[in-house]
């Protein structure tokens, strides 16, 4: 016996012959292959929908719990670094913002940056996290950032998100990795802030 349950509202979803095979089971008692066939890039989309929702949310949820970390550092702590050469809440905070946007533009290029001088590219990169000074300007380039981010991650197709990017330095990385960077970077670079909250004896836990 075979049962099909389709709700109303779903039926825009579905193309007509997908909509005919469904029916057809239960109009003449008889079932043919086809109907999995016609499923598998229905499903494919949806599951593809879904894997991008999840980028989306992840991607705004980690930003918004690292912009409250940052609000619970002290005004004079923000500079600060335990060692010269180590980096302060801000210089960390800056970078995290500015690879918002970075990573929003390699998902729009469905390419992963390719520089051809590493040194320049680091330097530049450098100069444009000492530039940013506060908490406000973080904010607002972390937030215009997400904002591409998920525009970008909303553009993918199902065959773009199921490839593959290469580096050009003798690896590869599917596009799926490059879909959770935004919100993995921004975790990682939040548990930098957990560390030097407690250099300063700080020993409360910011959600």
């Not at 066939?37 to 949820?61: I, Y």
């Not at 993918?156 to 003798?170: A, F, V, Y």
Request: aromatic share 8%.
């Amino acid at each position: 016996m075979v049962a099909n349950i389709l709700f109303m509202d779903e039926m825009p979803e579905f193309e007509r012959q997908v909509l005919e095979a469904l029916r057809q089971p239960g109009e003449t008692s008889r079932t043919f292959n086809q109907a999995p066939r016609l499923l598998q890039p229905v499903l494919l989309r949806q599951q593809m929908q879904s894997l991008v929702e999840t980028c989306k949310k992840n991607a705004a949820d980690e930003m918004e719990q690292f912009l409250r970390k940052l609000s619970k550092v002290p005004d004079d702590k923000l500079t600060w670094s335990p060692t010269p050469t180590a980096k302060s809440s801000m210089r960390i905070a800056a970078h995290t913002a500015l690879y918002a946007g970075r990573f929003a533009r390699m998902i729009e290029a469905r390419a992963l940056d390719r520089p051809e001088n590493l040194d320049e590219w680091l330097a530049q990169r450098s100069a444009e996290e000492i530039a940013i000074t506060t908490r406000d300007e973080v904010e607002s380039v972390f937030r215009k950032g997400t904002r591409e981010v998920l525009a970008a991650l909303d553009s993918l197709t199902p065959e773009e998100i199921e490839g593959r990017l290469d580096s050009g330095q003798g690896w590869s990385a599917p596009m799926t990795w490059l879909m959770n960077l935004p919100a993995n970077h921004t975790g990682w670079h939040a548990a930098q802030i957990d560390y030097l909250q407690t250099c300063w004896d700080d020993q409360e836990v910011y959600f």
